[in-house]
């Protein structure tokens, strides 16, 4: 995809949302942080129906540390991998209290280094909790960069990589949340709705749908 039709495609998005944000469901950075965590192989809907029973009990470090494994398991045991989540967010929360105070640090290397978070994760929160203009790639993200011709790459680190050098830096703030939603809902994995998709005619993807 050229540079002029980059800046038009996310000129649409933001026209059309212009204050994209997460649809994972948290009142606090720490929550927000325990809710990527989870999301891992599971929906945002999912998650935020365990998260409305978890946060309810357990709102702060110390409250999901007191609550030990076996309750956080209780609580999110219906989304998968929920034991291993549980443990987890328990030691996550455990860090969090020794290390930062109980609060969630504004540093790369100290968010990759709690239990369950891995590089997309902490890019969720840099950019959402403290606006960071970083970029986390998910299946949506690395499926619609590859598709559309946006930013092209053989794993996500590579797409990632790609699309900081190539989104216009007046849009990289929100532009995770653009991708994803619209990965989510518009360019989907088995039949994208291409028919209704506002940024059709700068899309490379050449088997488009009716």
């Known amino acids: 995809m050229k540079r002029d039709a980059i800046r038009e495609f996310f000129r649409r998005l933001a026209e059309a949302d212009p204050e994209p944000t997460t649809e994972l469901e948290y009142g606090s950075p720490f929550q927000l942080l325990v809710a ?19 946060f309810a009990l357990a709102p702060t470090p110390e409250a999901m540390v007191s609550l030990g494994e076996d309750g956080v398991a209780e609580q999110i045991r219906t989304i998968g991998l929920y034991r291993n989540k549980a443990r987890n967010t328990v030691a996550l929360s455990r860090l969090l209290l020794e290390r930062h105070g109980g609060e969630v640090p504004h540093d790369r ?9 891995g590089r997309k994760t902490a890019n969720v929160v840099l950019n959402t909790v403290f606006g960071d203009p970083v970029m986390a790639v998910d299946t949506h993200i690395f499926r619609l960069s590859n598709r559309t011709g ?8 590579a797409v990632e990589k790609a699309l900081m050098r190539r989104v216009p830096k007046d849009y990289l703030k929100n532009a995770h949340h653009w ?32």
């Open 150 to 157: 946006l930013a092209p790459g053989k794993d996500v680190v």
């Open 36 to 54: 990527v965590v989870l999301s891992a192989q599971a929906t945002d809907k999912g998650v935020n129906i365990a998260t409305r029973r978890l």
């Open 179 to 210: 991708l994803i939603l619209h990965g989510r809902y518009v360019c989907t994995a088995r039949k994208p709705a291409c028919a209704g998709c506002k940024v059709r005619d700068l899309c490379d993807f050449k088997d488009k749908t009716s």
């Open 109 to 117: 290397v100290a968010l990759e280094s709690l239990p369950g978070v």
